[in-house]
């Protein structure tokens, strides 16, 4: 069946040529997959369409690839129909059957039959086109343009398989299975043999993750986060023994990279004087100790995230993540010690890696909810984004394979009912194939606000409590983050960012008039709001300010991260994630209410009656409780890991006693690979 004639589909016109879809002046490039799918079910109009039929048709039978393969096309091809045209549905799903277009799709007309001269001068005008085209070859290098074929399934266990690591000779996959009921331990596939199981490898009571594998791949180096901290060991293939190098934060990310000279095991860790994370390296024939990388751009309060050795093991490449919320891409030449930045302007970068053979680094960032891949050549700093969303960790194998993870988990704000006779699971309040994050409830002006990413930015938007009625309330085109409404219900605080700045704004609600406020400060996490409207509370990620929203004057009220106003010059503080403080500004006095290790700054809220927290024991989630009246904790909701985000907030909805907050709506996640052609 052919899939190369143009249509329209409703308002949509379909070019299966170029893989795109187009309403007006916004066009979508699509994956050639999900473009057949959408072609044979419009050649299929008005019939109903099974799901084998579609995997015959489109992956020739092959169950195994097609089955989840067409399920994410057809997520796709709904969430690039449903942004060109928010208000109409194309693909109907038969439940346990199959889909149906809803539109019949309208093909151009056949082209008449050109008379015998026309035949003749079109052969002409197409002689010199060849002529000239054949000249233009010769004296002009054909354009190379980059292009990888379809994604390919590599592992599908249930849970999560994370953090692909291939071993040099390419037979074997590294990655780290986790388990929604256990700790997190690294498997091996035989690539050459993909039939068969994966292999445990790692079996202690810590969480194994972010594998490297030595020059010869003899050895797999790892860190390993157990009670008593976090090691970065290699494990010898051969005997099973293994070998500590180095300490890392048991909070933060880690990362190991091995030198292809087999020479060097570089990784993100601390020592006995440097409780912040750094690059170390270490010399694998040495039994020196390992040596922390001086930092040369950037350093004030960044962090080293994920790193890969050039081909020839004399460039490390390496993301910093800055205070001003961006994470920059960064070479280090251990020659000179000298360090270039590389790459600028991404928000979050998961995961990086050096071609074996080019010099050409892969890298993953998230843009309003999504991840995406790309490709960036060293010498000239060119960026090419890759047609692959979800690409995550990428890791380089032979013959051109690009390995990743694939995350493509919307988030959803999730409400539990406190006050319930039967104790329930936490129900979905807005959900569909968009992202919606970050909630704030206002009792005065009964509405949510929320981030979404409905109109292909972060945006703040606006609903009703049971989800309608949902209105963009901000149109920046930036990356909005953590709304708050004001005790009176006029106005919202939030948090933007943009051409490298993390921005405080305040928007009106009934006008949406904008205003940035000029702190001063290069970085503001959530804000909140005073008594009296008219001040807002925000930390640098050190100290708490009050920030008048008219004059924009900030003053420093104490140390924290997070702060609410309970009462006129009375805060609940949190510092630095372990416990909550009670602030009383007048007398610059604090007690601490309870010490507890919280998931995030953020990841808490204040009530009259206590204090809901979240907090991560080992592989699960809870939501615990602080009882103003008792002094007593206890856990309200235990999940698997992963179930909800920490750091985008909750709120709570006092009416119905309604705590809302962001979770993920799907727990699986998977190794993919393409080849470059």
């Known amino acids: 069946m052919k899939f190369d004639i143009s249509f329209k589909l409703g308002e949509v016109d379909v070019n299966p040529l170029e893989y795109t879809l187009q309403l007006g002046e916004q066009k979508l490039t699509l994956q050639p997959k999900f473009i057949e799918v959408l072609a044979y079910l419009a050649q299929q109009h008005p019939e109903l369409v099974t799901r084998q039929q579609i995997i015959d048709e489109i992956w020739d039978g092959n169950g195994y690839v097609g089955e989840k393969a067409l399920t994410n096309a057809i997520w796709h091809l709904r969430k690039s129909l449903k942004k060109l045209d928010p208000e109409n549905e194309y693909i109907e799903t038969i439940r346990k059957t199959g889909y149906r277009i809803l539109f019949e799709p309208q093909y151009p007309e056949p082209e008449v039959e050109p008379s015998y001269n026309r035949k003749m001068a079109s052969l002409l005008i197409a002689g010199v086109f060849v002529l000239s085209g054949l000249f233009a070859y010769i004296l002009w290098p054909e354009p190379v343009e980059l292009s990888y074929q379809e ?295 009964k509405q949510l606000a929320f981030i979404s990413n409905e109109s292909g930015y972060d945006e703040v938007w606006l609903s009703s409590l049971d989800g309608v009625e949902r209105r963009p309330l901000t149109k920046l085109k930036q990356n909005a983050r953590r709304p708050s409404w004001s005790k009176d219900g006029k106005h919202i605080a939030f948090t933007a960012i943009a051409n490298g700045e993390n921005r405080l704004y305040v928007v009106n609600v009934q006008t949406q008039q904008l205003q940035q406020i000029k702190s001063g400060l290069s970085y503001h996490n959530k804000p909140s709001w005073s008594h009296d409207n008219e001040h807002v509370y925000v930390s640098d990620s050190d100290f708490i300010y009050r920030i008048n929203i008219n004059s924009h004057a900030a003053q420093k009220v104490t140390q924290g991260r997070f702060a609410i106003e309970t009462q006129n010059n009375k805060l609940i503080v949190n510092r630095s994630n372990v416990g909550i403080w009670q602030y009383d500004m007048t007398s610059d006095s604090a007690k601490q209410l309870f010490e507890v290790a919280l998931a995030s700054s953020t990841g808490w809220q204040y009530t009259t009656e206590g204090i809901y927290y979240f907090k991560v024991r080992g592989y699960d989630y809870r939501l615990s409780f602080y009882d103003f009246g008792t002094g007593q904790h206890r856990d309200m909701l235990r999940v698997p890991e992963r179930s909800f985000s920490r750091s985008r907030g909750m709120t709570f909805e006092p009416t119905n006693k309604w705590l809302l907050f962001t979770g993920y709506e799907s727990p699986e996640v998977d190794v993919k690979r393409v080849v470059k052609q």
């Open 151 to 445: 994604p390919e399934l590599v592992t599908q266990y249930p849970g999560r398989e994370l953090f692909p690591s291939v071993s040099n000779d390419g037979r074997f996959l590294a990655y780290s299975w986790r388990q929604m009921d256990r700790s997190i331990d690294l498997f091996v596939k035989d690539l050459s043999q993909p039939d068969l199981p994966h292999k445990n490898v790692t079996f202690s009571e810590g969480s194994e993750s972010r594998s490297a594998w030595s020059a010869d791949d003899n050895t797999l180096f790892y860190y390993r986060r157990n009670k008593e901290g976090c090691q970065v060991v290699g494990k010898s293939m051969v005997d099973s023994s293994v070998t500590i190098y180095g300490q890392c934060s048991r909070r933060n990310s880690s990362d190991v990279a091995a030198s292809r000279d087999g020479k060097y095991l570089a990784f993100i860790g601390i020592d006995e004087q440097n409780t912040s994370r750094g690059i170390y390296l270490k010399e694998l024939n040495s039994e020196s100790a390992p040596k922390r990388l001086a930092c040369e751009l950037d350093c004030d309060g960044s962090a080293a995230e994920s790193l890969a050795f050039s081909p020839n093991s004399r460039q490390l490449v390496f993301s910093r993540n800055l205070t001003n919320s961006y994470e920059d891409i960064y070479i280090y030449d251990l020659d000179t010690n000298k360090e270039r930045k590389l790459v600028s302007g991404y928000l979050d970068v998961r995961g990086i890696d050096w071609h074996p053979v080019d010099e050409t680094i892969a890298f993953a960032a998230i843009e309003n909810g999504i991840r995406n891949g790309y490709e960036v050549d060293v010498t000239t700093g060119e960026i090419t984004k890759l047609d692959m969303t979800g690409f995550s960790y990428p890791a380089y194998g032979k013959d051109n394979i690009l390995y990743y993870h694939n995350w493509n988990i919307d988030t959803s704000i999730m409400r539990l009912e406190l006050d319930s006779d039967v104790a329930s699971s936490p129900f979905p309040l807005l959900q569909s194939e968009f992202n919606y994050s970050h909630p704030d409830f206002s009792a005065t002006a």
